[in-house]
């Protein structure tokens, strides 16, 4: 049910086909899918990483939206995810510079 609404499958289709995952609309093929997915290391923590950022502003809107009575679009949500993983993606380097930059340049090379 949850990707049957054309707003929330228009936001995780545009990660999911990013990350080179075939979106399901079913949420238990989705979740299948996510534990099986064959990518390599860094292709499979960008999947995971955009998972999260979509479940976690959906949800985050769906509140504002009751709660606030705020509304923003889609595209606006797709821009805030992006964000927030290129800024989780930059915070890896002061740990480890390799793999910020392996990772980011995954990320922007799928843009």
Same mark, same amino acid.
């Given at each position: 049910m949850f990707f049957e609404c054309a707003y929330t499958w228009e936001?995780?289709?545009a990660f999911s086909?990013?990350?080179a995952f075939s979106p399901k609309r079913n949420w238990e093929e989705t979740l299948l899918d996510l534990q099986t997915f064959r990518g390599t290391k860094? @292709?499979?923590t960008l999947l995971l990483l955009a998972w999260q950022g979509t479940i976690y502003f959906?949800?985050?809107e769906r509140n504002n939206? +009751?709660?606030r009575n705020t509304f923003r679009s889609?595209? @606006?949500?797709?821009s805030e995810i992006d964000r927030t993983i290129r800024r989780k993606l930059a915070s890896?380097?002061?740990?480890?510079?390799? +793999?910020?930059?392996?990772l980011l340049q995954l990320w922007f090379s799928n843009h």
């Open positions: 936001i995780w289709t086909r990013r990350c860094h @292709s499979r959906i949800w985050s939206r +009751l709660h889609s595209q @606006s949500i797709v890896v380097r002061p740990a480890n510079p390799a +793999l910020s930059s392996a």
